[in-house]
């Protein structure tokens, strides 16, 4: 299990288009990987290959995220999406 | 063969199969099967998944190169399609509890869609709405029916429906769509406006269609006479192919004058405007054969979205439509939603006479941000062109101070702000409400110009609801009332020394434009489909002659005397072109 955590920092937070772009990255890993919105810590962690879950966790500009991944390319896969988010998911 | 008749709406004549639109509907009840039978039934979920990602992977395809935005709106489907949460509830479902699949798709699917549309977040909600149309799609593959959908048609064909919404006709495929047929729908409904703004032949309340009509039948669209031949002989076939071509050079003849100036035959300019419904190219550039914008509903942008368009959004349209008419106006019209536009993202209690209710201007002052974010991104492109801001729905003096007063709070909270504003730009009114066209005279002290919009005009001063096809003998255009309100508006405007232009049905109309400028109107504004036809109307009679018109009409006393002279009068001057 490896994890890391990031603040979403694009206007539109990971909704409609940068969810998409989200997704499409989680599935080209083969780790089971989820997201948790650190500022509602009690909710359950999304399925980050989903994206009814991952647009019901409501991330918006300025939410904190921690992404866990368990599996062979677990590393590489959190690496991927928090670079992911970093860079603006393309907004 | 059989012939229906309805309300020609928007002309032409159409040849071809029928495509009969029922939107699908499901009925799931909570089923179980057999255990033994788990691997074809989980092969039968599998199997519907693919088919319904075919069709998603064709519609993205086709839309891809010519609309990149409602390409990507089918790709997000794919994903939900496909999503790994949903999939392993409904796997479970199946597996553990033995539901079939159509029960267990309708379940989980519905769970997750409420759980968005709890959301507060609009983007949220918007997504939902996307969950259900997938749902829609995944159980009518596993079902087996074929797809039911006006945005990509297979060959061209005449559309058979009880009725088409806005979102319907949104999405339609134009290139495809020969004729439209409908049992609802009056002359000014959304379809009828939307099928002339396209040049889409059109005949709606043709009552009983659905009953008669299959797909694939072999029909002929009249929407000259307003007639629907099912199964036409081959003599109907030839008569009406006949009839269509005279139809197309009289086209073609007015087609003539698309660019040229609209002068009446005594040389004196008329402003064409135009109605527009969006910022598409298609519709800018018609920026060169018309004067302006008469009339910009951006109504439109609301209800082609799924979410309440930002104000980024907003403003980056507005500027776009004032750059292509650089430096003419532009009359955007502020939203107009309600009557028979609704949005998915503002649910509305239910009216029991919308068109007497809560919309347009209305809605806006009890939904002050929505109409502020409006306003901001007007105010923000009115830098770019020359804008006139115009309020839809105006019934009294009221209405427009209380406009005013938000309007400037908004341009003040912008200057401060230290974005830049046109001290230019101007505020005027629609007058569709008969209480405002009878004070006209003071409105226009209060306001910089006016438009009259002739569809509600005629609905509120005749008492027939234009949606409503069985009152179409009620809902009387040409009634002489309609001709004296009219003119006495524009007599107040013109003493005030303020525009006054028509931006309704009326202004399109061959035979009521040469009365409208001879009551004094300088522009009309009117679709596209409608400019080469009126200006040739224009160039065949001088002004004193629209003058004399203008007159007349006011002095009969019914609908049927007005166009009997209009008809007689205006047919003496057709020989006379130039």
Redesign the interface.
């Known amino acids: 299990m490896y994890t890391a955590k990031t603040t979403v920092r694009n206007a ?1 937070g990971i ?3 940068p969810a ?1 772009r989200f ?1 499409e990255e989680a599935k080209k890993f083969q780790s089971r990987i989820t997201v948790q919105n650190l500022d509602h810590p009690a909710d359950r962690p ?2 980050a ?5 991952v ?2 966790m ?1 991330l918006n500009q300025g939410s904190r995220v921690e992404i866990s991944a368990a599996g062979p390319d677990e590393e590489a896969a959190v690496t991927a999406l928090i670079g992911l988010i970093d860079s603006g998911l393309g907004e | 063969m059989e012939t229906m008749t309805g309300n020609p709406v928007s002309s032409g004549i159409a040849h071809g199969p029928l495509f009969v639109y029922r939107p699908f509907h499901a009925d799931v009840a909570a089923a179980r099967f057999d255990a033994r039978d788990k691997a074809e039934v989980l092969a039968k979920y599998e199997a519907a998944r693919q088919s319904a990602d075919r069709e998603l992977q064709a519609i993205c395809a086709s839309l891809r190169p010519v609309d990149p935005e409602k390409a ?1 709106i089918f ?2 489907h794919r ?2 399609l496909f ?4 999939d392993e509830d409904i796997r479970a479902l199946i597996e553990e509890e033995s539901y079939t699949p159509d029960y267990a798709v309708e379940t989980v699917f519905s769970q ?1 869609a409420s ?2 549309a709890g ?1 507060s ?1 609009a ?2 909600s ?2 939902s709405a996307d ?1 259900l149309d997938v749902k829609q799609r995944l159980l009518r593959n596993y079902y087996g029916l074929p797809e039911k959908d006006l945005s990509h048609l297979a060959r061209p064909v005449i559309v058979a429906a009880h009725d088409l919404l806005p979102s319907d006709t949104a999405m339609l495929d134009r290139g495809n769509v020969l004729g439209i047929a409908a049992e609802s729908g009056g002359k000014t409904s959304h379809t009828a406006i939307i099928a002339r703004s396209y040049g889409i032949p059109a005949v709606l309340g043709i009552r009983g269609l659905l009953g008669r009509a299959e797909d694939g039948m072999d029909a002929v669209l009249d929407a000259m006479s307003g007639e629907l031949i099912l199964s036409p002989d081959r003599e109907t076939v030839s008569a009406r192919e006949q009839k269509r071509v005279q139809y197309l050079a009289d086209r073609s003849d007015a087609e003539q004058y698309r660019l040229r100036e609209a002068l009446t035959a005594d040389g004196v300019h008329i402003d064409i405007g135009l109605n527009i419904g969006s910022s598409q190219p298609e519709e800018l550039r018609n920026a060169d054969c018309t004067d302006c914008v008469g009339l910009y509903r951006t109504e439109f942008l609301y209800m082609q979205s799924q979410h309440a368009p930002s104000e980024d959004e907003q403003f980056e349209a507005y500027k776009k439509v004032l750059l292509a008419w650089s430096g003419r106006h532009v009359t955007l019209r502020t939203m107009d939603i309600g009557g028979d536009k609704s949005l998915p993202y503002l649910p509305l209690p239910h009216e029991d006479n919308p068109f007497l209710g809560n919309r347009a201007l209305r809605l806006s002052f009890s939904q002050p941000e929505l109409f502020r974010t409006q306003i901001r991104a007007a105010l923000r492109a009115s830098v770019f062109g020359d804008l006139w801001l115009m309020l839809p729905m105006v019934s009294s003096l009221d209405n427009i101070r209380r406009a005013k007063g938000l309007i400037r709070a908004v341009r003040d909270e912008l200057l401060a702000e230290g974005v830049p504003v046109s001290d230019s730009f101007r505020l005027g009114i629609m007058i569709e409400v008969p209480s405002i066209a009878v004070v006209a005279d003071q409105a226009a002290r209060e306001v910089d110009f006016a438009s009259i919009g002739t569809n509600d005009l005629c609905q509120y001063l005749t008492a027939a609801d234009r949606m409503n096809p069985a009152l179409n003998a009620y809902y009387q255009t040409f009634h002489p009332a309609m001709f004296r309100v009219i003119c006495q508006a524009v007599q107040a405007f013109v003493r005030a020394g303020k525009p006054i232009s028509v931006c309704g049905e009326m202004g399109g109309n061959e035979l009521a434009a040469p009365v409208l400028v001879g009551a004094g109107m300088r522009t009309l504004s009117m679709n596209i489909s409608q400019v080469p036809r009126v200006k040739r109307a224009l160039s065949r009679l001088t002004l004193a002659q629209m003058e004399t018109l203008a007159r007349q009409v006011q002095t009969f006393s019914t609908e049927q005397e007005v166009l009997t002279y209009l008809r007689t009068s205006l047919s003496e001057h057709q020989g006379k072109d130039r």
């Open positions: 539109s909704h409609a288009r998409s997704i999304a399925n290959k989903s994206i009814v879950s647009l019901n409501v | 990507d790709q997000a994903d939900i999503d790994e949460a949903m997750y759980m968005l959301a977040d983007l949220l918007e997504r969950i």
